[in-house]
Nanobody
Framework: QVQLVESGGGLVQAGGSLRLSCAASGTIFNINAMGWYRQAPGKQRELVAT???????KYSDSVKGRFTISRDNAKNMVYLQMNSLKPEDTAVYYC???????????????WGQGTQVTVSS
């Protein structure tokens, strides 16, 4: 099993910055893609950004140019630097990863419990 624990959420004024961190732990053989998703009240969970083990990144149009995803493969960590935050960025942010837990070439998908980000206007 793999556990994902997010940290770094909080309350910030519009235009401010926050940095989210996610630590993966447990029986980890290999982690492939890692990413961040968010869910605002009354809305579906949506992709924010993903990063492959090789460093390839993908962003939603709504955060492109403002958010930066990065990872530390040695520490099994993924980060999300969020700049120029807007009230519409308010949501619970979830960490996600595809991980192998043994020599079997099977990846399972895991979610963290989420961290609240609130941006005030």
């Amino acid at each position: 099993q793999v556990q994902l624990v997010e940290s770094g959420g909080g309350l910030v004024q519009a235009g401010g910055s926050l940095r989210l961190s996610c630590a993966a732990s447990g029986t980890i053989f290999n982690i492939n893609a890692m990413g961040w998703y968010r869910q605002a009240p009354g809305k579906q969970r949506e992709l924010v950004a993903t990063i492959t083990s090789g460093g390839g990144t993908k962003y939603s149009d709504s955060v492109k140019g403002r958010f930066t995803i990065s990872r530390d493969n040695a520490k099994n960590m993924v980060y999300l630097q969020m700049n120029s935050l807007k009230p519409e960025d308010t949501a619970v942010y979830y960490c996600n990863s595809d991980a192998r837990t043994s020599f079997r070439p099977v990846y399972y998908n895991y979610w963290g419990q989420g961290t609240q980000v609130t941006v005030s206007s």
